[in-house]
T-cell receptor, first 114, second 113 residues
């Protein structure tokens, strides 16, 4: 069975500092990997996705993520965090035949200090 | 692209009552998913439709839960005889193809008292 682990429940960074959110997954085949962001009381918005090819993927809002097969990781990064980035971030792995049937991690809450 | 819409946004009900939620996906998307999210956790897959066919249901979906998508457009999720453990955010999402990411609605928050 597939699984996703986000080791950090809560991260606090200063505005303008760099950010890395960790994600480890378990899946028996080549995974579809996603990062979503959720603001309070809202649905999830896709930040970026990895299906195949280049292991460094660019997303919206200046985010990027790197797929490392040997480490089963898909960490999210941003070089300079803005106050509006404060939200909850979810990593997900989708099934190969049905990417929408995804298993999500429990999320990392990002707080941005002024 | 008007996005995925869900109605109602909030529902408070008493234990034992039935509730029904509606989801309108992005019009050109033929795949529709229901997820449940409880506080402090990520969304959990409940069920999905391709057009009007319900192709998969999670073991999380007890017999009290039923979902329909009668004409392959909007979908409804009904919970019968609600229990306090049903309190959660119910998220609907749609996608266009098998390898497309999900487009989520803003969810329906259910509180069972």
């Amino acid at each position: 069975a597939q699984s996703v682990t986000q080791p950090d429940i809560h991260i606090t960074v200063s505005e303008g500092a760099s950010l890395e959110l960790r994600c480890n997954y378990s899946y028996g085949a080549t995974p579809y990997l996603f990062w979503y962001v959720q603001s309070p009381g809202q649905g999830l918005q896709l930040l970026l996705k990895y299906f195949s090819g280049d292991t460094l993927v660019q997303g919206i809002k200046g985010f990027e993520a790197e797929f490392k097969r040997s480490q089963s990781s898909f960490n999210l990064r941003k070089p300079s965090v803005h106050w509006s980035d404060a939200a909850e971030y979810f990593c997900a792995v989708g099934e190969w035949t049905n990417a929408g049937k995804s298993t999500f991690g429990d999320g990392t809450t990002l707080t941005v200090k002024p | 692209d008007t996005g995925v819409s869900q109605d109602p946004r909030h529902k408070i009900t008493k234990r034992g009552q039935n509730v029904t939620f509606r989801c309108d996906p992005i019009s050109e998307h033929n795949r529709l998913y229901w997820y449940r999210q409880t506080l402090g956790q990520g969304p959990e897959f409940l069920t999905y439709f391709q057009n009007e066919a319900q192709l998969e249901k999670s073991r999380l979906l007890s017999d009290r839960f039923s979902a329909e998508r009668p004409k392959g457009s909007f979908s409804t999720l009904e919970i019968q005889r609600t229990e306090q453990g049903d309190s959660a955010m119910y998220l609907c999402a749609s996608s266009g193809t098998a390898n497309s990411p999900l487009h989520f609605g803003n969810g329906t928050r259910l509180t069972v008292t």
